[in-house]
T-cell receptor, first 120, second 113 residues
C-alpha cells in the first residue's frame, strides 16, 4: 500500500514571500500521479497542481511549482509571491494508474495536510 | 458547467433520523466518489462509483448507503447514525480511466445529535 507523509503540520509565510511545503511518499509502483490540493475555509478541495511520475520535468502552474524527485520519492510544493488568498490547508496526494476492476481504481491517498498561514 | 454541487450544505440530524445527501455534476464524468473528512484531517475514501456501478466500498458501516441513479447524480442515504459520524462529507468526480485530478464539491457539514 502507498503512504504519503507531510512532515510540516503548520507553516507560515509573509505576503509576497516564497514558501515550500514538503511531501514524501512510499510506493513500489513505477508509474503513478501526484497532486497538491488546497482546502481553504470554504471547505472545497481545489486542485493546485498535478505531476505524472513518468515526466521528469517539474510541473508549474503560475505561482505554484513542484520539485519532483522520483528516486527520493519527494514531491514538494513551492508557492512564490504568496498572497493572502493562499492561506489554506494543503494536501499532497498519490494516485495509482487506473486499473478498472482492481482495488487501486480511483483512490487518492492523502497526506495529513499542512496548514499554511499568510501574514500581511 | 465545471462544478460538483452538493446539497444540503449543512445538516443536523438525530440518531433515529433518515436523511440523504445529494451530489450532482454535469461534466460527463463517469467516476464519482464519497469522502468523509474530520476537522484538520485528510479526507477518507468511503465509496467509488464507476459507470453507475459501485466499484469500491472501503468497509463503510451499513448505516451509510450510497446510490448512483444516473451518471450525473450520487446520493448518500443516512440512517441510525452515531455522533462520531459527524463530519464533512465530500463528493468528487473524475473522468473514468483518465487521470486529470478530481473535481470536489464544497461538502455537506453533518452533525449527528
Amino acid at each position: 500500500a502507498q503512504t504519503v507523509t507531510q512532515s510540516q503540520p503548520e507553516m507560515s509565510v509573509q505576503e509576497a514571500e516564497t514558501v515550500t511545503l514538503s511531501c514524501t511518499y512510499d510506493t513500489s509502483e513505477s508509474d503513478y500521479y501526484l497532486f497538491w490540493y488546497k482546502q481553504p475555509p470554504s471547505r472545497q478541495m481545489i486542485l493546485v497542481i498535478r505531476q505524472e511520475a513518468y515526466k521528469q520535468q517539474n510541473a508549474t502552474e503560475n505561482r505554484f511549482s513542484v520539485n519532483f524527485q522520483k528516486a527520493a520519492k519527494s514531491f514538494s510544493l513551492k508557492i512564490s509571491d504568496s498572497q493572502l488568498g493562499d492561506a489554506a490547508m494543503y494536501f499532497c496526494a498519490y494516485r495509482s494508474l487506473p486499473n478498472a476492476g482492481g482495488t487501486s481504481y480511483g483512490k487518492l491517498t492523502f497526506g495529513q495536510g499542512t496548514i499554511l498561514t499568510v501574514h500581511p | 458547467d465545471t462544478e460538483v454541487t452538493q446539497t444540503p450544505k449543512h445538516l443536523v440530524m438525530g440518531m433515529t433520523n433518515k436523511k440523504s445527501l445529494k451530489c450532482e455534476q454535469h461534466m460527463g464524468h463517469r467516476a464519482m466518489y464519497w469522502y468523509k473528512q474530520k476537522a484538520k484531517k485528510p479526507p477518507e475514501l468511503m465509496f467509488v462509483y464507476s459507470y453507475e456501478k459501485l466499484s469500491i466500498n472501503e468497509s463503510v458501516p451499513s448505516r451509510f448507503s450510497p446510490e448512483c441513479p444516473n451518471s450525473s447524480l450520487l446520493n448518500l442515504h443516512l440512517h441510525a447514525l452515531q455522533p462520531e459520524d459527524s463530519a464533512l462529507y465530500l463528493c468528487a468526480s473524475s473522468p473514468a480511466g483518465v487521470v486529470i485530478g478530481y473535481t470536489f464539491g464544497s461538502g455537506t457539514r453533518l452533525t449527528v445529535v
